[in-house]
DNA sequence: GCCTAGGTCCCGTTA
DNA sequence: TAACGGGGCCTAGGC
């Protein structure tokens, strides 16, 4: 039986929806009336209301409110949980080590208690990242200008990580930061942290950040910081097997 | 009725329930074996398997595999959701505009359609923010050090926004970059910014990182960059209410 | 485990 | 609306 589900159970039932959900790997969710108390890097209480409750098999826990995105309360991946019965209500409990965070559920009335048994082997294949974009700069570096060569992929120097680190056709060094979207002050700051630090060891270091658009205010202090700017956009293509490679050579 | 629920529903009982769902601003929920394709800001392919599927009446749309805490695809709130009804089977299409994207979820088998008409009007209490530690600092300016004046709270300058602009005892103007977690190279980053273009009109500007901890990379970083650094945890306080006072005089 | 940085980030706030 | 920065961010990839 791949799914379980009662309505307006009874705390016998919902226990068991929720043993036998946690002893099978199943995905749980709950509608209930429910309080919720968090404590961990942060601290939170939420009053009484109805909410949308998913436990799922790796441990991940999540409270829903009608509104948002973002769940209200959560767990990460790798929480233990368990349950108190007490009188005349339950409690999930959720509990997370390093760091010690913990989840309490006070669940006051439960309208509907589930569990599926999810069969899925399937990987999202995603197209537009800022890899992509990489990936498309290293195969097509005229795309940022004329003679452009590319040297390093992802490399670590001393203050962060170079997206691309090459050199140009009058073999200046030149850092990009990749954006897969508008750039903002951010960015300019992380491309001068980068281009700072490689001045430091070699002569004339050029940045540009590479983006589909720019703030008003990354505009700004980028050209006042002397750094460079040119458009392009992630590719929406099917990703190939992409090789490791990383280096060139020396430089 | 403020929940219902059809296990292995018809594609009639299927129809109901959205429709009732969505006409009363349910929560609706769904397990199915389904496929996803996202297009927008990014672009996704999921091939077949087992997920649940929840609709909120704000037009947030979350598709959530057995791991991870985070909805494999999703929409964000202000979605307008429709569906298409082929013989036998039913798509689910959410789109956003602005920016335009599209999520197309092909229900292959329901394994359980349900609603609950959630009634929930509380909001969530969060102690230990960095707004928090703002204030906290706002009132008590000696945890910084001895003698130290705040000026401003979030204060805008040419490149960015301060988080606590103020003044030592010796009047060096003095930038604060607070941080609730570990502070990394990012952060000092961002200080760096602000101590850089307030340096440009007056004269001898310092940066202080206050945070609960440092990255080694942060450490090094700061201390290249002349930055200092004062160790302060958030508060985990009730927090009153927090007045709007953000200047003293000009500076 | 820590560090570094991306994200279809989401989200609130302000000009 | 755009811009800016926080988040209990989460997640992935190195080391």
Redesign the pocket.
Known sequence: MKVKSIENPSQEDLLNILSEGLSSEAIITIFAHCRVH?D???K?ELGNGDRVIIIKPDG?FLIHQRE???PV?????GSRVSFQVEEDRVRIISV???PR?T?EVELLKVYLASYLQAEDSEE?T?M????EMRDYIFENPEVIEEGFKVLFKEK?IK???V?LLGRDKDGNLVVL??????A???AVS?LKRYVEDLKEEHGNVRGILVAPSL????KKLLEKEGLEFRRVKPPKREKAQRG?QKTLDSF
């Not at 537009?128 to 890899?131: F, I, K, Q, W």
């Not at 703030?215 to 990354?218: F, L």
């Open positions: 968090y961990g890097r942060a939170s991940s948002k995105r973002e309360n959560w767990q990460p991946p997370r080590r390093k965070e989840l999202l995603l537009g990242s800022e890899a670590p203050h962060g990580i997206d930061e990749l954006k897969r979207r508008r903002d002050l951010h992380q703030t008003s205010g990354a490791k």
